[in-house]
Nanobody, 125 residues
Framework: QVQLVESGGGLVQAGGSLRLSCAAS????????MGWFRQAPGKEREFVAA????????YYASSVKGRFTISRDNAKNTVYLQMNNLKAEDTAVYYC??????????????????WGQGTQVTVSS
């Protein structure tokens, strides 16, 4: 069992930045593809970004590409999401996710093996 704990969410103004962190348990963190999903009120949970086990492959939803950067530090069992130039439409609960299989940029939520509890990101305009 892998446990994921997100942190770093909060309230920011449009155009601002936030850095989310996801701390993972387990000895095999580097073998997992890690990612971020988000869910706004009344909407489906959607894919945001993912990173392969060794950090060599990065995937982004078109809505965040160029603004968000996913990274990982396997020595710390942590994945990050740097969010810049935030927009009101980025407001959502952000969830850390892990998968044993690399689904690329078409990673459906039903193929997530482990979820974090979520952290709220609110962007005011």
């Amino acid at each position: 069992q892998v446990q994921l704990v997100e942190s770093g969410g909060g309230l920011v103004q449009a155009g601002g930045s936030l850095r989310l962190s996801c701390a993972a348990s387990g000895r095999t963190f580097s073998s997992y593809v890690m990612g971020w999903f988000r869910q706004a009120p009344g909407k489906e949970r959607e894919f945001v970004a993912a990173i392969s086990g060794n950090g060599g492959r990065l995937y982004y939803a078109s809505s965040v590409k160029g603004r968000f950067t996913i990274s990982r530090d396997n020595a710390k069992n942590t994945v990050y999401l740097q969010m810049n130039n935030l927009k009101a439409e980025d407001t959502a609960v952000y969830y850390c996710a892990a998968s044993r299989i690399d689904h690329g940029g078409s990673w459906p939520s039903v193929r997530v093996d482990y979820w974090g509890q979520g952290t709220q990101v609110t962007v005011s305009s």
